[in-house]
């Protein structure tokens, strides 16, 4: 589930909780309730943040091979655009440093 679907649910479940409290025992609740929530949404954002430098294992060589084809088509991608986008835009960029100086 992503996160933004998952907060946005979460928020609208909590909106209709009104901050009318009456007394120092419900407000007490309420802050021991919300750092619960606190709580256990860090340890959600703990696991998603851990598992994305999960580090995976090539048990082959083809796809390690594979893996290094993707890497360098992917490089030779960037490179390409970032050269196409310099020589397009290049005259933009030469009058804006002109303006500066």
Known sequence: MPIIHHST???HQHMDKTN???TLE???QRKSELRRQIDRDNEHIGRLWSS???KRNESTTGQFVSGLLANS???IDAF???RKLRR???GV???LRKKKS
């Open 88 to 90: 397009d835009y290049s």
């Open 93 to 95: 960029i030469n009058s």
């Open 9 to 11: 649910r979460y928020v």
């Open 26 to 28: 419900e407000i007490r």
């Open 73 to 75: 088509a992917m490089m």
């Open 20 to 22: 009318d409290y009456r």
């Open 52 to 54: 994305l430098f999960v």
């Open 80 to 82: 390409l655009l970032v």
